[in-house]
């Protein structure tokens, strides 16, 4: 599924990342525990998350993933889209609960990590 779809399927609003719409991300594995996030090693993957902060964006580094979806209208700050910017990470929000999230995005064809 490509990024442009995740925001499709979930009214979500690319926040940074905008040359990568087309980026495909394979797997999602929702999570607020980063320490969980940071056993995970699987390419092409999206986080799901209401962690905003910069760990959240260092986690995400730290694991090789490019995609991060904040759910629950959480709001991110300008630190965190200046190091993900630089670090070449999109990020997304959306107003929908994560379960909610992670079952539309189920339905819409994404895989489960697990």
């Known amino acids: 599924m490509k990024v442009e779809e995740i925001c499709s399927v979930l009214n979500g609003q ?13 797997h999602a594995f929702a999570s607020d525990l980063m320490s969980d996030v940071l056993t995970v090693n699987c390419s092409n993957l999206l986080l799901i998350t209401g ?8 986690t995400a580094e730290m694991s090789d993933i490019e995609c991060i979806l904040f759910v629950r209208n959480k709001m991110v700050t300008p630190e965190m889209k200046d190091l993900a910017e630089e670090l070449g990470i999109t990020l997304i929000t959306c107003p929908v609960t994560m379960f909610r999230a992670a079952g539309e995005l189920y339905r819409a064809g994404m895989k489960p990590l697990f």
Not at 14 to 24: D, Y
Not at 51 to 58: G, K, P, W
């Open 14 to 26: 690319l926040v940074c990342g905008s040359n990568m719409v087309n980026r495909e991300v394979t």
């Open 51 to 58: 962690l905003t902060n910069v760990q959240a964006i260092r």
